[in-house]
């Protein structure tokens, strides 16, 4: 199961008889590569100790809003942010009632209400409270906003009832939680990614470079073949490893970077252009070290090659997107790129908040297309890089639709 690989799941758990079968779905969810945090509430803690779910998840276990010692650590917003999926095992009917009616009372349903990510629940509840009108219209508020709900099974109860109400065991639940890193959306679709910086050799010691760590495009290439896409990540120096079911092209200057990603045209349906490329690139590489000079010295530049506009003027041109890495006057500039480089789409990030951007584990951006623009908030580079791929998935299909009709 390794869409659940590296994946961050925050575990809720709430208060039932069935909470002693999360200590076992924390063993599940890590066998499989998963990195748990637990969140508890009050009611859960009668029934097993966040102690169990320390020791099984390796991280500490969240119980309170309103803890200052927690919040220092991490705080409920990023803990939010963090997220790639919450998965509520067990909900009880009481949980799943103030989450339909969007309550904020205490730290789960406060996560709840601020993630940016998948909600999972597993219900779990005597048979009686599941059949009951109120849970049922609960259960349905909450499908309706795309909540997920695993169950629940039906069968012999705790309290010696026989009904549905029994949560799911710990492996169905981690293979109902992988499903939903599968979007589909890119099924048979190939999709070419270039990440990371490049470096432009100045001698054999020196070279010039950005601080592009690669997370954002990496981020992507994960997300595009988890929506099924055949993935190619042409990557300039990194230190990320490669993600699951991606074939990485490793690069070092920007030539290299064109080289490779052209060796893809006619087969590539998708190109998405994340690399911080040098724009320019020493006219002679010195083959011995540069001796240290009395005061200054020059090195001639000469421009390197415009990767994301030579592949958006190629006769076999696929859906084209760039990023407008802008310090001033974000959208504007990035207007201006998805004109002159004839792009599809762009996604303009602000580079001046040292906050999202390079290096950073988060990013804000806006997705300007010709249809309009749209902003996607701070969050995870993972959380953000499934939203754009659901976006350039859905643009793309749009195009092919108009272009077929
Ligand atoms: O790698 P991280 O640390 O996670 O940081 C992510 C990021 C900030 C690098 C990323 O989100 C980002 O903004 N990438 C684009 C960086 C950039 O070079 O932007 P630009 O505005 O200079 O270039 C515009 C577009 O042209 C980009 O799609 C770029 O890849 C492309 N380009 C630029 C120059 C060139 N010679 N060839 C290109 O293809």
């Given at each position: 199961?390794?869409?659940?690989s590296?994946?961050?799941?925050?575990l809720?758990?709430?208060?039932?008889?069935?909470a002693?079968?999360?200590a076992?779905?924390v063993?599940?969810l890590?066998d499989?590569?998963?990195?748990?945090r637990?969140?508890?509430?009050?009611?859960a803690?009668e029934?097993?100790t966040?102690l169990t779910?320390?020791a099984?998840?390796?991280?500490?276990?969240?119980?309170a809003l309103?803890?200052?010692?927690a919040?220092?650590?991490?705080?409920?917003?990023?803990?939010?942010r963090?997220a790639?999926l919450?998965l509520?095992?067990p909900?009880s009917?009481?949980?799943?009632a103030?989450l339909a009616?969007?309550r904020?009372?205490?730290?789960l349903?406060t996560?709840c209400?601020?993630?940016p990510?998948p909600?999972?629940?597993?219900?779990?509840?005597?048979?009686?409270?599941?059949?009951?009108?109120?849970?049922?219209?609960?259960a349905?508020?909450?499908?309706?906003?795309?909540?997920?709900l695993f169950g629940?099974a039906?069968?012999e109860?705790?309290?010696?009832d026989?009904?549905p109400?029994?949560m799911?065991?710990s492996e169905?639940?981690?293979?109902?939680a992988?499903?939903l890193?599968?979007?589909?959306?890119l099924?048979?679709i190939?999709?070419s990614i270039?990440?990371g910086?490049t470096r432009?050799?100045?001698?054999p010691?020196r070279y010039?470079s950005?601080?592009s760590?690669?997370?954002?495009?990496y981020a992507?290439?994960?997300?595009?073949a988890?929506?099924?896409a055949?993935?190619t990540l042409i990557?300039?120096?990194?230190?990320l490893?490669c993600?699951?079911r991606?074939?990485?092209?490793?690069v070092?200057s920007?030539?290299?970077?064109?080289?490779a990603?052209?060796?893809n045209?006619g087969s590539?349906?998708?190109?998405?252009?994340?690399?911080?490329v040098?724009?320019y690139?020493?006219?002679?590489?010195?083959e011995?070290?540069i001796k240290k000079?009395?005061t200054s010295?020059n090195?001639?530049?000469?421009?390197n090659?415009d990767?994301?506009s030579a592949v958006?003027?190629?006769d076999?041109?696929?859906f084209?997107?760039?990023?407008?890495a802008e310090?001033?006057?974000v959208i504007?500039?990035a207007?201006?790129?998805?004109e002159k480089?004839n792009l599809?789409?762009i996604i303009?990030?602000?580079?001046?908040?040292t906050?999202?951007?390079f290096?950073?584990?988060e990013n804000s951006?806006t997705?300007?297309?010709?249809?309009g623009?749209q902003?996607l908030e701070?969050?995870g580079?993972?959380?953000?890089a499934?939203?754009?791929?659901?976006?350039?998935?859905?643009?793309?299909?749009?195009?092919?639709?108009?272009?077929?009709?």
């Amino acid at each position: 199961m390794k869409q659940l690989s590296n994946r961050q799941i925050l575990l809720g758990i709430t208060g039932g008889i069935a909470a002693y079968k999360s200590a076992e779905l924390v063993r599940r969810l890590k066998d499989h590569g998963a990195d748990v945090r637990v969140v508890m509430t009050a009611a859960a803690m009668e029934f097993i100790t966040p102690l169990t779910l320390q020791a099984l998840s390796g991280n500490p276990v969240h119980t309170a809003l309103l803890d200052p010692e927690a919040e220092a650590g991490m705080g409920h917003i990023e803990l939010a942010r963090w997220a790639d999926l919450i998965l509520v095992a067990p909900a009880s009917a009481d949980f799943m009632a103030r989450l339909a009616n969007g309550r904020g009372d205490d730290l789960l349903t406060t996560l709840c209400l601020a993630t940016p990510a998948p909600i999972a629940l597993a219900p779990a509840m005597n048979q009686g409270m599941w059949r009951d009108p109120a849970t049922q219209a609960n259960a349905d508020t909450l499908r309706q906003r795309g909540v997920a709900l695993f169950g629940p099974a039906a069968g012999e109860q705790a309290c010696g009832d026989i009904g549905p109400g029994r949560m799911l065991e710990s492996e169905q639940l981690a293979e109902l939680a992988a499903g939903l890193f599968n979007s589909r959306a890119l099924d048979g679709i190939s999709l070419s990614i270039t990440a990371g910086p490049t470096r432009e050799a100045i001698d054999p010691v020196r070279y010039i470079s950005n601080h592009s760590s690669g997370k954002m495009g990496y981020a992507l290439a994960e997300a595009a073949a988890d929506a099924g896409a055949r993935v190619t990540l042409i990557s300039g120096p990194t230190q990320l490893p490669c993600p699951p079911r991606v074939t990485r092209v490793d690069v070092i200057s920007a030539d290299d970077m064109y080289k490779a990603s052209m060796a893809n045209m006619g087969s590539c349906d998708i190109f998405i252009a994340c690399a911080a490329v040098a724009d320019y690139r020493p006219a002679h590489i010195e083959e011995q070290k540069i001796k240290k000079q009395n005061t200054s010295m020059n090195i001639e530049l000469v421009r390197n090659p415009d990767i994301v506009s030579a592949v958006a003027s190629h006769d076999q041109r696929p859906f084209t997107v760039g990023f407008a890495a802008e310090t001033q006057d974000v959208i504007h500039y990035a207007k201006g790129k998805l004109e002159k480089k004839n792009l599809d789409m762009i996604i303009a990030n602000d580079v001046s908040d040292t906050r999202i951007g390079f290096n950073s584990d988060e990013n804000s951006v806006t997705v300007v297309d010709p249809s309009g623009q749209q902003k996607l908030e701070q969050m995870g580079k993972r959380q953000l890089a499934k939203q754009l791929i659901d976006l350039i998935a859905a643009r793309y299909a749009e195009q092919k639709r108009d272009h077929s009709s």
